[in-house]
């Protein structure tokens, strides 16, 4: 048997089975397992800040399946944020939802939100004449005009409409 060969069937041993990744998914307990058609799971982060919940996406009985990683550095993610975990090694699967599940939840968003060090805003009104300030706390965006706090304050996911 030649290298090349050797190398292949080993790579080949250490891929993940459909049971050894749902096991590995279901120690998250942040997940919630979705059933879905053709015997394909879905699993939600019912904590998520975004209207996104799917973390896992159609992990299939042979083994393939996605995770939602849109936005998180070192991932070659699909149009829709989706990356096919099929050759992912235990490690590796486990690191990507440790990142996918940190990125939806609040501290996640805040820290996308604010990456660029601004957690307020100032708005103000074309003619001048109206000002609002935006700040971020406790994962609200609170609203003031002047001293004045508005009461009708949202969530980030509601305020920003995400």
Known sequence: MNRQNEKMELNASLLLDFNQKLAIIESFSELEQKKVS??????????????????????????????YAKGIDGYDADAKGMVNIRDFSEEELRELLKKAIFALSPEGLYKRETADGNDHELWVTPSGRSELEIVYDNELWNVYAGDLLDERSEPIKKLWNI
Do not use: E, I
Request: net charge positive; glycine share 14%; charged share 15%.
């Open 38 to 67: 053709l015997g394909r799971l879905n699993f939600q982060y019912n904590g998520s800040a975004t209207d996104k919940k799917n973390v896992v996406y159609h992990l299939h009985p042979n083994g393939n399946g996605y995770v």
